[in-house]
């Protein structure tokens, strides 16, 4: 005797398969926003999230960037050395000790900010961000169980989504 499956119960994909599914829905729709934001105003999206952010925090330093941007410092240099080459940003040292470096933004970065779309962080923080805190949580502790079966890197975690 063999097994039988209705047709509707063999076309339903597996449950691994229906959340990968999911998660190349996030991953498109997030790669389409930064590709969008490449065209329009032709930096990346991880440069125009730090240009809006050095826009409103005027004098900002490069810790406090990275502390904003929620990545790590050398990231955050990096991004400051491309944005003040490409004539967007001031870097000035200032402070008592003149170890401090505060960034402002200039007319060309102000303009490149004018037609850029928004959002100026990406789609998938303020998508989150308007998520319940109970969804929110549960989101957090399946998202860690599957990053310890992967045996991920953690310190990934302090890469933009616009770099990767």
């Given at each position: 005797m063999s097994l039988q499956l209705?047709?509707?119960?063999?076309s339903e994909?597996?449950?691994?398969?229906?959340v990968l599914r999911q998660f190349q829905v996030v991953f498109n729709s997030v790669k389409t926003h930064f590709r969008q934001v490449e065209r329009e105003a032709g930096l990346g999206g991880a440069q125009l999230w730090a240009l809006s952010v050095?826009?409103?925090?005027?004098?900002?330093?490069?810790t406090?960037?990275?502390r904003a941007l929620d990545i790590h410092q050398s990231t955050a240099?990096?991004?400051v050395r491309t944005l003040a080459g490409?004539?967007?940003?001031?870097?000035a040292r200032e402070g008592f000790d003149r170890r401090g470096v505060a960034?402002?933004?200039l007319a060309a970065g102000d303009?490149?900010?004018q037609r850029a779309p928004l959002p100026f962080a990406g789609v998938l923080p303020g998508a989150l961000a308007s998520l319940d805190e109970a969804t929110l949580h549960r989101l957090e502790a399946d998202l860690a169980c599957l990053i310890a079966r992967l045996a991920a890197d953690e310190s990934a975690a302090q890469l933009p989504l616009g770099q990767l």
């Open positions: 209705n047709p509707a119960e063999a994909p597996e449950p691994a398969t229906r050095i826009a409103q925090s005027p004098g900002i330093g490069v406090e960037l990275a240099s990096n991004l490409r004539g967007l940003v001031s870097t960034l402002r933004l303009a490149l900010l």
